[in-house]
């Protein structure tokens, strides 16, 4: 295909000529009446405007009119865009100025080969038309040929739009505006249709040869249906003929009916249709009639393009309803003529339009008048007879297909029968006693009959005509010819007997119409056709009652024959069985030849035939069934019954099921069939089809049953015994899958769709619902019962929505849940057991029912203690969290199954669901499971601090829930007075409170812990009075010795507490707390002195306003008294105080100190000393040492006046401080994730900010500190690396120090090595790769990732203050190690960086600088910002290891994300350093050198000035930097101060080496040496022409004895190392 000519293909000048030559033109013709000779193009330009016709217009309308002149197509489509534009916003008044323009501009736009123009164009004429309106009407004319144009063209929105623009123009004035405009609009389609060729409606010069044909076809199709658009709206003809005259006259108008253009053609044709349909008084055709007899219908058949056949058939009956004389016997009998032209069109099929045409060929019969259907032809014979064959030959033309074989059949019946009801036929007039079909029949029906009933004597007919449309055609056809009163009745009954006799005997005799043999394929297809059109036509209505009987006979006749063939098989079997189904039930007694027949085959046939021939057979099936359905014998149904079964073929029983389902025939029980149908059930691995065959049994319709009762109550105890077997192995985990169980299952969930009734109403269902629904609640019982459970629950579902309530199933269900509920072995999960429950719960409706099911959710005491006995594990680190927790057990005593993976768990777990569902039940005994639950709360609050877990806030919301009702319906107003009673033994009244109570103030600690949290929460409920009892119930339980009662009661209600009432309390607290120093080895007073300390400092807390001399007095006394515990001699030892007395003593000392109690200088003296060693103390607990360091603390932000002393002991607390603060989280303690030991290495952490740095240096931690940053807690980890920079500021300072006095130079020593080997193993820990929302979920995966980004932070610590020679050798270290790309994919991985669509979007974020204490690692931001922050200091300080991963890593997606993620965040800012440091050094940073930097290009330049001459380097920095290396380059080259470019380009180089991994002033500072040490004399190294070296920055200092070159220690030590020889790189001599 020739390219499109573009804009400048031709010179402007010779454009220019060419568009002056044209002119303006013509080719539209308004109101010109030369326009008919016309020949100019449809392209005249625009630069035809004189200057004056638009110098009024404003200059950006100038603009638009000169960018429309131009000949590229982009160009006009924009203006035209901008054009409409400006029609839309202009000033109306700017718009008047110009209408007389326009014309022109549209005429020539309004038809380009540019759909998007011809777009535009019409939508500006639209909004001209709707802003100016009237002012339009002068250029009316001039406008309405192309404009009209446009509502047909090929562009669906185009021809719409301009459709509606004229309507928006002219609305309910469209005739009149046509009208007006008839002459212009008949002058541009003249023009177009008779003038115009291809050639001259386009510019060659412009357009392609394919654009110039579209355009063409598009504009002439165009003008032909505006022509039949005027005919069709003009009120008045005449005028309009008058017009068009000369046009008709044309003979070039009527050429176009043999246009080479389909498009043409079917616009013509248009036109012809419309021109017919017009009154024949005034049409034109009335007055061209032998012109268009001539010129179309003579010719039109010959088109042989279909896409124009449905117009072409409009226009040929429209002419020949209206002039019927165009087909005349003189034209027939002629040649050329459309009759010969007709028929070759029908013996090619039509061309294959046979969709439109076939159709259209009744109609033209019934039109064309009698003496032409009867005429002679050219051949001699008449046109009815020569139509018929050529239709019927036009079944063996190739455009004849499959896909419109039918509509060929449907015509050909409805053109013949026309034919023989309206003129009728000879062989009906002539046959008397015939009895030869085919001389009887019509010849088309007998073609017919013959195609479809023996269709190999035509083998087109086989292939391309269908049966069912050959069978509807015939029957149609036979019944038409045998009910309409002009054929006689006569031929009628002759007719169909002679049909008859016809399949009779071919059915019989094996022959066709013409009496040959037919084959044994022919033969089957025979019978599979015949059978149903004899049974449709046996019953059709149309047809008498004699021959209706003769059509039942035949299909009795058939029926016999073809039941004893079976009976008897031979080659004809599959055909007998065919022809037997296919023929309706005859309504016949048994006594019938039929019906023996049928017993007969039954009796003794039937089975073998189904098992030898079984794809032959099996579709009698449903012929027996519909037979037995219309002949009840329940004997023979039994025996058929009983057949099937012998068969032992799973298919042939499925059929007769699926046949009786849909059928009248009721199903009847035989034990055989029961029998097949239970051993199918019983075995383990059934076919689906088995199961789809005992579906189909158990519950057929309508809820029917095929099986017995007894087989029907087997088959289901069967699948109950199955299920509880699966149930069993399922909660044991014994198997993997249960394919039996499945299939029963699913069985089951067949018949339940079918009839849910059905199944209810079998007995011992119960039993089988009871384990189902078990089944459907328990999910997680084993691996492979997920699906049963799914099938389950479909099951349960169905029987919820559709079966009645029913109250023994619900006892049955909540019988098995206690069980399972009790049961160690069963795996079901509180979940599944909530779940199972609440189902049966809620299955019968409110009533009786429900609270008896409520109440056996109601379990007794040693129950309880059964399920929890182990659980009650004191853990003394815990009062770390809870001070109120009381226990001397140590933490090494707790080794036992978790709790919440404990039956205990599951027990306590699913109660609180189902209490949850059932609210208050009326027992006594719920009061005591609720104290059991809220027991069980509190071990588990335990059990989460213990294993770090964070609290589940559903069961805590659902245990405080529970508690809520019980306290809403007890007695939670009056509990203080009836404890009281209670204590005073004068009460035996029962409640929840009142049980409660007994249980905690005689009980252990975790009971009273459980009271505490129950008088909490119902602290609300209490009156004034009641609140005040509260302090009374305290000391009598102090009193009591009930301590695990009363500590965590007091802790519990301390808001409770008043100064009024408190101080006498406190006063006698002091003295019971003061035991003796020999009663610490006994435990009871122990307690009772911890309990009291406890209490003093809850209420001293809690009563800021508590004042006395015997308070104050009280509390010294009891401080003093601690000496006596603690003071041996002078010195302070712990040893003989229990942990638990220790711990009280430090919380209450804590009190002491921050309520500024008044401290004598000894007494404070002895505090300190106390303090000093219960922190040192190694044989204490964590929580003696986490309340010693509370108290530390405490103490160090008192009054220094009052604790001097501390300034003695500082430094070695601190040392002991930070020796804990190492212990505690290395080793096992590292990875500890217990809340308990986490606030203890908090607490240390905290202390251990302010340590002295001498304290610090002299213990040299960097190991230890390197392995703390991995610590599972946080603020450990931030602290170990603060403490860790601390150190490292330091090494960094002694390390540059040291390397810069070294002065060996000698790279053959083995090099030091600066980063620790705690910390390489450090940034060397593989990364946990997870998404950052995992990441922050997982507290191992947390703190694993945030240690090795606070060592990689560490790491570059080592960067800051470092000199070149650190640098480079901390870089060295890493590219040996290699540890940076597992850090970089961690960090991409994180960000979302390659791994996402959307990485993390850091706008808006500091991230060059970061303060790990400020992040909050809890959420996905913090390690988002870490990681950036870590990505920027990688880039910032080893870009050429970073350089390196990227450029070699293989996976081209995360590399092209990483290069767009660096680009747009990180580049710009580390750009924006690198420019910064120039401009901060300033020219006087380097001698001689004159610095520039530009922000705005991202590049630096350096000018060195010699003397008058000057040389630059300009350093560049690309996008993606620095993945992207920076580019060196020169404008001015060394020549300009007198230096070799081989030097000059040498000393870049080695700039360009250095800024790999520096900054850019170091690579510019080498430069700028290289070039001043040059002039001073300084000789450059042989090997790499640099006078300072690359690798160390030393000047050469080695030379060869022989060449007397130079050269710098590394460069030499490198030759030889790599080379393997020790000759001199220049002369070869050795070295």
Same mark, same amino acid.
């Given at each position: 295909?020739?390219?499109?000519?573009?804009?400048?293909?031709?010179?402007?000048?010779?454009?220019?000529?060419?568009?002056?030559?044209?002119?303006?033109?013509?080719?539209?013709?308004?109101?010109?009446?030369?326009?008919?000779?016309?020949?100019?193009?449809?392209?005249?330009?625009?630069?035809?405007?004189?200057?004056?016709?638009?110098?009024?217009?404003?200059?950006?309308?100038?603009?638009?009119?000169?960018?429309?002149?131009?000949?590229?197509?982009?160009?006009?489509?924009?203006?035209?865009?901008?054009?409409?534009?400006?029609?839309?916003?202009?000033?109306?008044?700017? /718009?008047?100025?110009?209408?007389?323009?326009?014309?022109?501009?549209?005429?020539?736009?309004?038809?380009?080969?540019?759909?998007?123009?011809?777009?535009?164009?019409?939508?500006? =004429?639209?909004?001209?038309?709707?802003?100016?309106?009237?002012?339009?009407?002068?250029?009316?004319?001039?406008?309405?040929?192309?404009?009209?144009?446009?509502?047909?063209?090929?562009?669906?929105?185009?021809?719409?739009?301009?459709?509606?623009?004229?309507?928006?123009?002219?609305?309910? @004035?469209?005739?009149?505006?046509?009208?007006?405009?008839?002459?212009?609009?008949?002058?541009?389609?003249?023009?177009?249709?008779?003038?115009?060729?291809?050639?001259?409606?386009?510019?060659?010069?412009?357009?392609?040869?394919?654009?110039?044909? &579209?355009?063409?076809?598009?504009?002439?199709?165009?003008?032909?249906?505006?022509?039949?658009?005027?005919?069709?709206?003009?009120?008045?003809?005449?005028?309009?003929?008058?017009?068009?005259?000369?046009?008709?006259?044309?003979?070039?108008?009527?050429?176009?009916?043999?246009?080479?253009?389909?498009?043409?053609?079917?616009?013509?044709?248009?036109?012809?249709?419309?021109?017919?349909?017009?009154?024949?008084?005034?049409?034109?055709?009335?007055?061209?009639?032998?012109?268009?007899?001539?010129?179309?219908?003579?010719?039109?058949?010959?088109?042989?393009?279909?896409?124009?056949?449905?117009?072409?058939?409009?226009?040929?009956?429209?002419?020949?309803?209206?002039?019927?004389?165009?087909?005349?016997?003189?034209?027939?009998?002629?040649?050329?003529?459309?009759?010969?032209?007709?028929?070759?069109?029908?013996?090619?099929?039509?061309?294959?339009?046979?969709?439109?045409?076939?159709?259209?060929?009744?109609?033209?019969?019934?039109?064309?008048?009698?003496?032409?259907?009867?005429?002679?032809?050219?051949?001699?014979?008449?046109?009815?007879?020569?139509?018929?064959?050529?239709?019927?030959?036009?079944?063996?033309?190739?455009?004849?297909?499959?896909?419109?074989?039918?509509?060929?059949?449907?015509?050909?019946?409805?053109?013949?029968?026309?034919?023989?009801?309206?003129?009728?036929?000879?062989?009906?007039?002539?046959?008397?006693?015939?009895?030869?079909?085919?001389?009887?029949?019509?010849?088309?029906?007998? +073609?017919?009959?013959?195609?479809?009933?023996?269709?190999?004597?035509?083998?087109?007919?086989?292939?391309?005509?269908?049966?069912?449309?050959?069978?509807?055609?015939?029957?149609?056809?036979?019944?038409? +010819?045998?009910?309409?009163?002009?054929?006689?009745?006569?031929?009628?009954?002759?007719?169909?007997?002679?049909?008859?006799?016809?399949?009779?005997?071919?059915?019989?005799?094996?022959?066709?119409?013409?009496?040959?043999?037919?084959?044994?394929?022919?033969?089957?297809?025979?019978?599979?056709?015949?059978?149903?059109?004899?049974?449709?036509?046996?019953?059709?209505?149309?047809?008498?009652?004699?021959?209706?009987?003769?059509?039942?006979?035949?299909?009795?006749?058939?029926?016999?024959?073809?039941?004893?063939?079976?009976?008897?098989?031979?080659?004809?079997?599959?055909?007998?069985?065919?022809?037997?189904?296919?023929?309706?039930?005859?309504?016949?007694?048994?006594?019938?030849?039929?019906?023996?027949?049928?017993?007969?085959?039954?009796?003794?046939?039937?089975?073998?035939?189904?098992?030898?021939? %079984?794809?032959?057979?099996?579709?009698?099936?449903?012929?027996?069934?519909?037979?037995?359905?219309?002949?009840?014998?329940?004997?023979?149904?039994?025996?058929?019954?009983?057949?099937?079964?012998?068969?032992?073929?799973?298919?042939?029983?499925?059929?007769?099921?699926?046949?009786?389902?849909?059928?009248?025939?009721?199903?009847?029980?035989?034990?055989?069939?029961?029998?097949?149908?239970?051993?199918?059930?019983?075995?383990?691995?059934?076919?689906?089809?088995?199961?789809?065959?005992?579906?189909?049994?158990?519950?057929?319709?309508?809820?029917?049953?095929?099986?017995?009762?007894?087989?029907?109550?087997?088959?289901?105890?069967?699948?109950?015994?199955?299920?509880?077997?699966?149930?069993?192995?399922?909660?044991?985990?014994?198997?993997?899958?249960?394919?039996?169980?499945?299939?029963?299952?699913?069985? #089951?969930?067949?018949?339940?769709?079918?009839?849910?009734?059905?199944?209810?109403?079998?007995?011992?269902?119960?039993?089988?619902?009871?384990?189902?629904?078990?089944? &459907?609640?328990?999910?997680?019982?084993?691996?492979?019962?997920?699906?049963?459970?799914?099938?389950?629950?479909?099951?349960?579902? @169905?029987?919820?929505?559709?079966?009645?309530?029913?109250?023994?199933?619900?006892?049955?269900?909540?019988?098995?849940?206690?069980?399972? #509920?009790?049961?160690?072995?069963?795996?079901?999960?509180?979940?599944?057991?909530?779940?199972?429950?609440?189902?049966?719960?809620?299955?019968?409706?409110?009533?009786?029912?429900?609270?008896?099911?409520?109440?056996?959710?109601?379990?007794?005491?040693?129950?309880?203690?059964?399920?929890?006995?182990?659980? *009650?594990?004191?853990?003394?680190?815990?009062?770390?969290?809870?001070?109120?927790?009381?226990?001397?057990?140590?933490?090494?005593?707790?080794?036992?199954?978790?709790?919440? &993976?404990?039956?205990?768990?599951?027990?306590?777990?699913?109660?609180?669901?189902?209490?949850?569902?059932?609210?208050?039940?009326?027992?006594?005994?719920?009061?005591?499971?609720?104290?059991?639950?809220?027991?069980?709360?509190?071990?588990?609050?335990?059990?989460?601090?213990?294993?770090?877990?964070?609290?589940?806030?559903?069961?805590?919301?659902?245990?405080?829930?529970?508690?809520?009702?019980?306290?809403?319906?007890?007695?939670? !107003?009056?509990?203080?007075?009836?404890?009281?009673?209670?204590?005073?033994?004068?009460?035996?009244?029962?409640?929840?409170?009142?049980?409660?109570?007994?249980?905690?103030?005689?009980?252990?600690?975790? =009971?009273?812990?459980?009271?505490?949290?129950?008088?909490?929460?119902?602290?609300?409920?209490?009156?004034?009075?009641?609140?005040?009892?509260?302090?009374?119930?305290?000391?009598?339980?102090?009193?009591?010795?009930?301590?695990?009662?009363?500590?965590?009661?007091?802790?519990?209600?301390?808001?409770?507490?008043?100064?009024?009432?408190?101080?006498?309390?406190?006063?006698?607290?002091?003295?019971?707390?003061?035991? %003796?120093?020999?009663?610490?080895?006994?435990?009871?007073?122990?307690?009772?002195?911890?309990?009291?300390?406890?209490?003093?400092?809850?209420?001293?807390?809690?009563?800021?306003?508590?004042?006395?001399?015997?308070?104050?007095?009280?509390?010294?006394?009891?401080?003093?008294?601690?000496?006596?515990?603690?003071?041996? !001699?002078?010195?302070?030892?712990?040893?003989?105080?229990?942990?638990?007395?220790?711990?009280?003593?430090?919380?209450?000392?804590?009190?002491?100190?921050?309520?500024?109690?008044?401290?004598?200088?000894?007494?404070?003296?002895?505090?300190?000393?106390?303090?000093?060693?219960?922190?040192?103390?190694?044989?204490?607990?964590?929580?003696?040492?986490?309340?010693?360091?509370?108290?530390?603390?405490?103490?160090?932000?008192?009054?220094?006046?009052?604790?001097?002393?501390?300034?003695?002991?500082?430094?070695?607390?601190?040392?002991?401080?930070?020796?804990?603060?190492?212990?505690?989280?290395?080793?096992?303690?590292?990875?500890?994730?217990?809340?308990?030991?986490?606030?203890?290495?908090?607490?240390?952490?905290?202390?251990?900010?302010?340590?002295?740095?001498?304290?610090?240096?002299?213990?040299?931690?960097?190991?230890?500190?390197?392995?703390?940053?991995?610590?599972?807690?946080?603020?450990?980890?931030?602290?170990?690396?603060?403490?860790?920079?601390?150190?490292?500021?330091?090494?960094?300072?002694?390390?540059?120090?040291?390397?810069?006095?070294? +002065?060996?130079?000698?790279?053959?020593?083995?090099?030091?090595?600066?980063? &620790?080997?705690?910390?390489?193993?450090?940034?060397?820990?593989?990364? %946990?790769?997870?998404?950052?929302?995992?990441?922050?979920?997982?507290?191992?995966?947390?703190?694993?990732?945030?240690?090795? +980004?606070?060592?990689?932070?560490?790491?570059?610590?080592?960067?800051?203050?470092?000199?070149?020679?650190?640098?480079?050798?901390?870089?060295?270290?890493?590219?040996?190690?290699?540890? /940076?790309?597992?850090?970089?994919?961690?960090?991409?991985?994180?960000?979302?960086?390659?791994?996402?669509?959307?990485?993390?979007?850091?706008?808006?974020?500091?991230?060059?600088?970061?303060?790990?204490?400020?992040?909050?690692?809890?959420?996905?931001?913090?390690?988002?910002?870490?990681?950036?922050?870590?990505?920027?200091?990688?880039?910032?300080?080893?870009?050429?290891?970073?350089?390196?991963?990227?450029?070699?890593?293989?996976?081209?997606?995360?590399?092209?994300?990483?290069?767009?993620?660096?680009?747009?965040?990180?580049?710009?800012?580390?750009?924006?350093?690198?420019?910064?440091?120039?401009?901060?050094?300033?020219?006087?940073?380097?001698?001689?050198?004159?610095?520039?930097?530009?922000?705005?290009?991202?590049?630096?330049?350096?000018?060195?000035?010699?003397?008058?001459?000057?040389?630059?380097?300009?350093?560049?920095?690309? %996008?993606?930097?620095?993945?992207?290396?920076?580019?060196?380059?020169?404008?001015?080259?060394?020549?300009?101060?007198?230096? *070799?470019?081989?030097?000059?380009?040498?000393?870049?180089?080695?700039?360009?080496?250095?800024?790999?991994?520096?900054?850019?002033?170091?690579?510019?500072?080498?430069?700028?040496?290289?070039?001043?040490?040059?002039?001073?004399?300084?000789?450059?190294?042989?090997?790499?022409?640099?006078?300072?070296?690359?690798?160390?920055?030393?000047?050469?200092?080695?030379?060869?004895?022989?060449?007397?070159?130079?050269?710098?220690?590394?460069?030499?030590?490198?030759?030889?190392?790599?080379?393997?020889?020790?000759?001199?790189?220049?002369?070869?001599?050795?070295?």
């Amino acid at each position: 295909m020739s390219e499109r000519k573009t804009k400048g293909t031709k010179a402007a000048g010779a454009s220019r000529l060419a568009d002056l030559v044209s002119g303006t033109s013509p080719a539209f013709g308004f109101g010109s009446k030369n326009a008919f000779a016309s020949t100019a193009t449809h392209t005249s330009s625009l630069s035809s405007l004189l200057p004056e016709e638009t110098d009024h217009l404003d200059a950006e309308l100038k603009v638009l009119v000169k960018r429309l002149s131009k000949k590229d197509a982009q160009t006009k489509i924009k203006a035209t865009e901008d054009l409409k534009t400006y029609f839309s916003q202009a000033a109306e008044a700017d /718009l008047a100025n110009f209408v007389f323009i326009w014309p022109k501009i549209f005429n020539r736009s309004a038809l380009d080969v540019e759909r998007k123009i011809r777009e535009n164009m019409i939508a500006c =004429q639209s909004i001209l038309f709707s802003r100016l309106k009237k002012e339009m009407a002068p250029v009316l004319k001039q406008l309405i040929g192309p404009w009209l144009c446009l509502q047909f063209d090929t562009s669906n929105d185009i021809s719409k739009l301009a459709a509606e623009s004229f309507q928006g123009a002219f609305p309910n @004035k469209q005739s009149h505006v046509l009208s007006f405009c008839q002459e212009e609009i008949c002058s541009f389609a003249s023009d177009n249709i008779v003038y115009h060729t291809v050639e001259t409606i386009s510019d060659a010069r412009y357009n392609t040869a394919e654009e110039m044909l &579209s355009k063409y076809v598009r504009v002439v199709s165009g003008s032909f249906s505006m022509l039949s658009f005027l005919y069709e709206n003009v009120s008045n003809v005449a005028t309009l003929n008058d017009t068009t005259a000369a046009f008709f006259e044309n003979p070039k108008f009527w050429e176009t009916t043999k246009s080479t253009y389909a498009p043409v053609r079917r616009s013509m044709y248009s036109l012809l249709k419309t021109l017919a349909l017009v009154d024949r008084s005034v049409s034109p055709i009335s007055h061209h009639l032998a012109t268009v007899k001539t010129s179309f219908l003579n010719e039109c058949f010959a088109d042989k393009e279909a896409v124009s056949h449905d117009m072409l058939w409009d226009a040929v009956l429209a002419l020949t309803q209206n002039y019927p004389e165009v087909w005349s016997a003189e034209d027939v009998t002629g040649k050329k003529n459309a009759a010969s032209r007709l028929f070759r069109f029908l013996e090619n099929a039509c061309y294959g339009s046979g969709t439109a045409s076939y159709p259209a060929l009744l109609a033209l019969l019934a039109h064309i008048p009698k003496d032409a259907l009867f005429a002679v032809t050219s051949d001699g014979s008449i046109f009815r007879d020569r139509f018929f064959g050529s239709f019927w030959t036009g079944l063996s033309s190739t455009n004849l297909t499959v896909g419109n074989s039918s509509v060929f059949v449907t015509s050909i019946q409805e053109c013949s029968l026309f034919f023989v009801l309206k003129y009728g036929d000879e062989r009906i007039s002539s046959t008397s006693s015939e009895t030869d079909f085919f001389k009887i029949a019509p010849i088309s029906l007998a +073609l017919l009959c013959e195609a479809l009933l023996f269709p190999a004597t035509n083998p087109d007919a086989r292939i391309k005509l269908s049966a069912s449309c050959l069978e509807a055609a015939i029957i149609s056809y036979i019944a038409k +010819l045998a009910s309409t009163s002009s054929i006689p009745d006569s031929y009628a009954n002759l007719l169909v007997s002679a049909f008859c006799n016809v399949i009779s005997s071919a059915f019989v005799n094996g022959q066709r119409l013409d009496g040959s043999a037919v084959n044994e394929e022919e033969f089957a297809i025979f019978c599979e056709r015949a059978g149903g059109i004899v049974s449709t036509l046996s019953y059709s209505k149309s047809l008498t009652s004699v021959n209706q009987a003769k059509f039942s006979a035949l299909a009795e006749t058939l029926s016999v024959e073809a039941l004893r063939r079976m009976c008897a098989p031979d080659a004809h079997l599959k055909p007998s069985i065919l022809l037997f189904t296919n023929l309706s039930v005859m309504t016949v007694s048994e006594t019938t030849r039929v019906t023996k027949c049928l017993r007969e085959l039954i009796t003794n046939g039937l089975t073998p035939l189904l098992i030898n021939s %079984p794809a032959d057979s099996i579709s009698l099936i449903e012929s027996i069934v519909k037979r037995l359905a219309s002949n009840r014998n329940d004997d023979l149904h039994a025996s058929f019954i009983r057949g099937l079964v012998e068969t032992g073929r799973l298919e042939v029983l499925n059929e007769y099921l699926q046949k009786v389902s849909t059928s009248s025939l009721q199903p009847i029980p035989v034990p055989e069939f029961d029998d097949f149908i239970l051993n199918l059930l019983a075995n383990n691995v059934p076919s689906f089809e088995s199961l789809e065959l005992v579906a189909d049994s158990m519950i057929l319709k309508d809820g029917v049953s095929s099986l017995s009762e007894k087989g029907m109550s087997t088959a289901i105890t069967m699948i109950c015994e199955g299920l509880e077997l699966a149930l069993s192995a399922c909660l044991a985990e014994t198997a993997a899958d249960y394919p039996q169980q499945q299939n029963h299952l699913d069985l #089951l969930n067949r018949l339940a769709s079918k009839s849910i009734k059905s199944i209810m109403a079998v007995a011992d269902i119960h039993s089988l619902l009871a384990v189902i629904l078990e089944l &459907s609640c328990f999910n997680a019982v084993a691996t492979g019962a997920s699906s049963l459970a799914q099938s389950a629950q479909a099951f349960w579902s @169905k029987v919820v929505d559709s079966a009645d309530k029913n109250d023994a199933l619900a006892e049955i269900v909540v019988s098995r849940w206690r069980t399972a #509920l009790l049961s160690e072995a069963h795996k079901a999960t509180s979940s599944d057991l909530i779940k199972l429950y609440s189902t049966a719960y809620l299955y019968i409706p409110e009533g009786s029912k429900q609270e008896y099911l409520a109440s056996m959710v109601l379990f007794d005491s040693a129950t309880w203690e059964q399920m929890k006995s182990g659980f *009650q594990r004191p853990q003394q680190s815990l009062a770390i969290l809870d001070s109120s927790y009381m226990t001397d057990e140590s933490d090494a005593l707790n080794k036992s199954i978790s709790l919440f &993976s404990s039956q205990y768990s599951r027990f306590a777990r699913t109660l609180v669901g189902v209490f949850s569902l059932t609210g208050i039940i009326s027992s006594d005994a719920f009061g005591a499971n609720v104290f059991e639950l809220v027991m069980y709360w509190s071990l588990c609050k335990d059990e989460e601090h213990i294993q770090g877990l964070k609290s589940d806030l559903d069961f805590d919301g659902q245990v405080d829930d529970v508690l809520a009702l019980s306290l809403a319906s007890s007695d939670a !107003g009056s509990w203080p007075a009836d404890a009281m009673a209670v204590l005073n033994g004068s009460t035996s009244k029962r409640g929840f409170f009142v049980d409660a109570f007994k249980q905690a103030m005689n009980g252990s600690a975790i =009971q009273g812990r459980a009271f505490a949290k129950i008088a909490k929460s119902g602290y609300g409920l209490l009156s004034a009075s009641g609140k005040a009892e509260i302090l009374g119930v305290m000391k009598a339980l102090f009193e009591n010795g009930s301590y695990t009662a009363v500590v965590p009661l007091c802790h519990a209600l301390q808001k409770s507490f008043n100064p009024e009432s408190s101080a006498t309390f406190v006063v006698s607290l002091c003295r019971s707390s003061q035991i %003796p120093k020999s009663d610490l080895a006994n435990k009871a007073t122990v307690d009772r002195a911890s309990a009291g300390l406890f209490m003093i400092k809850i209420i001293v807390n809690s009563c800021k306003d508590l004042d006395g001399e015997a308070f104050a007095s009280g509390l010294k006394s009891v401080v003093k008294h601690f000496r006596t515990w603690f003071m041996f !001699g002078n010195d302070v030892r712990t040893a003989s105080v229990p942990d638990m007395l220790k711990t009280r003593v430090a919380e209450f000392l804590v009190v002491m100190v921050e309520g500024l109690l008044g401290f004598d200088i000894n007494v404070a003296g002895f505090v300190v000393e106390l303090t000093k060693v219960l922190i040192e103390d190694l044989g204490s607990s964590k929580l003696v040492l986490f309340n010693a360091l509370d108290l530390y603390q405490s103490i160090a932000m008192a009054d220094s006046e009052t604790w001097t002393t501390m300034d003695k002991f500082s430094d070695s607390i601190y040392e002991i401080c930070f020796k804990r603060f190492i212990s505690e989280c290395s080793g096992e303690h590292r990875v500890a994730v217990a809340k308990p030991q986490n606030e203890l290495q908090s607490r240390l952490a905290n202390i251990c900010q302010d340590i002295p740095f001498s304290v610090l240096a002299k213990m040299k931690p960097h190991a230890q500190l390197s392995e703390m940053m991995r610590t599972y807690n946080t603020e450990a980890q931030i602290m170990a690396y603060r403490l860790l920079a601390k150190l490292t500021f330091k090494l960094v300072e002694t390390i540059s120090v040291k390397l810069e006095i070294s +002065l060996s130079g000698n790279e053959e020593e083995v090099r030091e090595k600066y980063i &620790s080997q705690a910390l390489m193993h450090g940034i060397k820990e593989e990364p %946990p790769f997870v998404e950052p929302s995992h990441l922050v979920e997982s507290r191992a995966d947390l703190h694993l990732a945030f240690g090795l +980004l606070l060592s990689w932070m560490a790491l570059f610590d080592h960067f800051i203050g470092a000199t070149y020679e650190l640098r480079t050798s901390l870089i060295n270290e890493l590219k040996e190690e290699d540890p /940076l790309p597992k850090l970089l994919e961690f960090i991409f991985c994180t960000l979302g960086v390659g791994w996402t669509t959307k990485p993390f979007d850091l706008t808006g974020w500091e991230f060059s600088a970061i303060e790990v204490e400020g992040l909050d690692l809890e959420s996905e931001l913090g390690f988002n910002l870490l990681c950036a922050h870590l990505y920027y200091c990688v880039l910032r300080n080893i870009p050429a290891l970073a350089r390196t991963w990227w450029s070699s890593c293989k996976d081209r997606q995360l590399t092209q994300a990483v290069e767009v993620y660096t680009d747009k965040w990180f580049t710009p800012i580390l750009v924006q350093a690198e420019i910064d440091l120039v401009l901060q050094a300033g020219n006087s940073a380097l001698e001689d050198v004159e610095l520039r930097a530009s922000k705005q290009a991202g590049e630096i330049t350096a000018l060195y000035r010699v003397d008058e001459a000057s040389a630059d380097t300009v350093v560049k920095f690309p %996008p993606a930097f620095p993945m992207k290396p920076v580019e060196f380059t020169s404008n001015s080259g060394g020549r300009t101060i007198g230096v *070799q470019e081989t030097k000059w380009r040498s000393w870049m180089l080695s700039a360009n080496i250095v800024a790999q991994n520096t900054a850019i002033m170091d690579a510019l500072s080498l430069w700028q040496k290289n070039i001043k040490l040059h002039f001073e004399g300084i000789e450059e190294c042989a090997i790499c022409y640099s006078v300072v070296g690359v690798i160390d920055r030393t000047l050469p200092s080695k030379s060869c004895r022989t060449c007397k070159n130079k050269f710098h220690a590394s460069c030499l030590y490198k030759w030889i190392r790599t080379s393997g020889n020790t000759q001199c790189p220049m002369c070869r001599s050795e070295l």
